[in-house]
C-alpha cells in the first residue's frame, strides 16, 4: 500500500482466498489495517470476503478501538461494500460506546443527546456517566483527555488530506479496545475519517449521533491540521448536515489561517462545502478568494471551476460584471468538457448569481448537455429545465426531446424505488471528497447509486423538483405526450402519499 503498487488480478485473488480461509484468525487490528490498505488500492475482493468480514466484525465489535473502525469503514467503503442496515447500526453503537466510556463527550451535549444513542444497547452506559457529570455543566473538558505525550499523526492521505503518512500510519500503534481513555484530538481524528466514509457510503447517520460526534470534534479543531479540516467540511456538505455556527467559525478561521499553505483544491473544496451549507463566510475572505480565483482561473481544473461558481452563488456572491463575463468567456471554452452534472450547475450558478450569458453561450452549453442527458438524474434535469427557464432560452428541439425522454424515464421508475426505501440517486451529480480527489487524478473510483434506510425528507424534496420541471416546461412551451403526462402524475401521487403517511404519523 505505501508503495500505491497494486498486484495482477491472479495474486490479489490467491491473497484474498488465503485471507478468507483464515478470517477467524484474524485480530481487530490486523483486519482493520488489511482493509484500509485494500481500500487505499481500491481493490475489490470477492463478495464472499466482504460478507465474512462483516459478519467477523459485526461478532467483534466489542474488541475494536476507535482507530480500527476508522480504517475499518474507510476500506470497506472502498472496497465496494454494499451498506447493511444491522452492520452500521451495530457499528454505531460502537463508536457511540467508545465516546462515552472515554468522557470526551462535552457534557451538554451528552445530556442533551445521550438518551437518544440507542437507549436500548447503550442507557445503562451513558446513564452511569450522566450520574458522574454535574448537573450545572456549561460545557465539556474535551481536553482533559488530551495526552501529554504531543498530537498523534493523521490516519492517512483520506478525505482530501495530502500531508499525512501512510507509512507512518501502519507503523503507529493501535490502540486498545475495550472504551480505554484516548487523547481527544486523535478521537476527533478517527471521527472525522468515519465520517467522511460515511459520506462517500452515502449514508446519513442519525442526528444524535451526528451532534454528539461533531461536539468532539469541535473541541479539537484547534488541534486538527487546515487539511483535515476542509475534509471535514466537505464530509459535511456531503451529508447536507450544516454546523453550528460557532464550530463553523471556529473551522473557518483555522483554515483561513493556513489559506496560502493549502492547495488550490483543498481551498476550493472549503469555499464549496461552505457555499453548500449556506454557512456565513466573511466577506472579505469571500471577495480575496473569489478574486483570486478569477486571476487563475486557467490553473485550475474544470471540476474547482464549477465547485467556485457553485459557491460563490451559494453564498451569494455579490460579483461585479467584469468578474462574471470573464467567467462566462471561460468556460464557453471548456464546455465541450464538462460532464453532463458540471454543465447543469455551471448554468443554475450563473442564473443564482444574476448573469444571463449571450445566446452563442447558451446553444454551445445545450450543445454540449445533449449527448449526456442520459447520465443526468431527475433532480438535475430539473434544476436544467428551471435554469433555462429562468433564462427565457428555449432550448433546441434535440436537447428538448431528450430532457422529456429521460425524465420520463426517472419519473416512471420513481415510485418502485419509494416503495423499496430506496433514494435513487445520481453517482455523477454528488461528488464525494474521494471522488473530487480522484478527478484530478484522472480515476473515477465507482460509488453505489442507491442509499437505504435513510429517510432525509428525498419524497419530500421530489415533490419541489416536479413542480419545478411542469412549471419550467410551461415557462418554454414544451407539450409533453400523454405517456410523460402519466409518468409525472404516478411520481407525483406516490411522493404526495408518501409524505401524507408520514406527516400523520409524526
Not at 481493490?43 to 467483534?60: D, E, K, M, W, Y
Not at 456517566?129 to 492521505?157: C, K, N, Y
Not at 426531446?401 to 435513487?424: D, F, T, W, Y
Request: hydrophobic share 45%; glycine share 8%.
Amino acid at each position: 500500500m505505501l508503495l500505491q503498487f497494486v498486484p495482477s488480478s491472479l495474486w490479489l485473488e490467491d491473497y484474498f482466498a488465503a485471507v478468507n480461509s483464515r478470517l477467524r484468525d484474524f485480530r481487530p487490528a490486523e483486519l482493520a489495517h488489511l482493509c484500509y490498505a485494500a481500500g487505499k488500492l481500491r481493490v475489490a475482493p470477492h463478495s464472499s470476503l466482504l460478507g465474512g468480514i462483516f459478519r467477523h466484525t459485526s461478532i467483534n465489535f466489542r474488541q475494536y478501538g476507535m482507530r480500527e473502525l476508522a480504517l475499518l469503514l474507510y476500506g470497506l467503503v472502498h472496497m465496494g461494500g454494499e451498506l447493511n442496515p444491522d452492520w452500521v447500526r451495530q457499528y454505531r453503537v460502537r463508536v457511540c460506546a467508545l465516546l462515552v466510556e472515554s468522557e470526551v463527550v462535552p457534557p451538554p451535549t451528552l445530556q442533551r443527546w445521550g438518551p437518544h444513542l440507542h437507549p436500548n444497547a447503550l442507557g445503562p452506559l451513558v446513564k452511569a456517566r450522566l450520574r458522574e457529570v454535574p448537573q450545572d455543566s456549561s460545557r465539556g473538558d474535551v481536553d482533559a483527555a488530551q495526552s501529554s505525550s504531543g498530537e498523534p499523526s493523521p490516519l492517512g492521505p483520506l478525505a482530501g488530506s495530502s500531508e499525512a503518512s501512510g507509512e507512518r500510519l501502519a507503523q503507529e500503534t493501535t490502540r486498545a479496545g475495550g472504551g480505554a481513555t484516548a487523547p481527544a484530538v486523535a478521537i476527533a481524528t478517527d471521527l472525522a475519517v468515519i465520517l467522511g466514509s460515511m459520506a462517500d457510503w452515502l449514508y446519513q447517520p442519525p442526528q444524535a449521533f451526528m451532534e454528539v460526534a461533531l461536539s468532539v470534534v469541535g473541541g479539537s479543531v484547534q488541534r486538527l491540521t487546515a487539511t483535515q479540516l476542509t475534509g471535514l467540511l466537505l464530509t459535511l456538505a456531503h451529508m447536507e448536515y450544516r454546523p453550528e455556527p460557532e464550530m463553523f467559525q471556529a473551522i473557518w478561521a483555522r483554515v483561513m489561517d493556513s489559506y496560502d499553505s493549502l492547495g488550490r483544491q483543498h481551498r476550493t473544496n472549503a469555499l464549496w462545502a461552505a457555499g453548500r451549507l449556506r454557512c456565513a463566510v466573511p466577506r472579505p475572505h469571500l471577495w480575496m478568494i473569489l478574486t483570486r480565483a478569477a486571476r487563475e482561473l486557467y490553473e485550475h481544473t474544470d471540476a474547482e471551476v464549477v465547485a467556485l461558481l457553485a459557491a460563490a452563488a451559494g453564498l451569494h456572491f455579490k460579483a461585479h460584471q467584469q468578474w462574471l463575463l470573464l467567467f462566462e468567456s471561460h468556460l464557453f471554452k471548456r464546455l465541450p468538457s464538462f460532464k453532463p452534472f458540471e454543465l447543469v450547475s455551471v448554468l443554475q450558478s450563473l442564473v443564482d448569481l444574476g448573469h444571463k450569458p449571450d445566446r452563442i453561450w447558451l446553444l454551445r452549453w445545450a450543445e454540449a448537455l445533449k449527448p449526456g442527458v442520459a447520465e443526468l438524474g431527475l433532480t438535475h434535469i430539473s434544476s436544467a429545465a428551471y435554469a433555462v427557464a429562468r433564462l427565457g432560452f428555449r432550448p433546441p428541439a434535440g436537447l428538448r426531446a431528450e430532457l422529456l425522454r429521460v425524465s420520463a424515464q426517472r419519473m416512471a421508475a420513481a415510485p418502485a424505488a419509494s416503495r423499496e426505501g430506496v433514494e435513487l440517486r445520481s453517482t455523477s451529480g454528488q461528488q464525494s471528497s474521494e471522488q473530487m480527489n480522484a478527478a484530478a487524478r484522472g480515476t473515477s473510483p465507482s460509488r453505489t447509486k442507491l442509499r437505504k434506510g435513510v429517510d432525509n425528507g428525498g419524497e419530500f424534496q421530489r415533490i419541489r423538483v416536479l413542480s419545478r420541471l411542469l412549471w419550467s416546461l410551461a415557462m418554454l412551451d414544451i407539450r409533453p405526450d400523454s405517456e410523460w403526462l402519466a409518468a409525472y402524475l404516478g411520481c407525483l401521487g406516490a411522493s404526495l402519499e408518501y409524505c401524507s403517511a408520514h406527516l400523520f404519523s409524526m
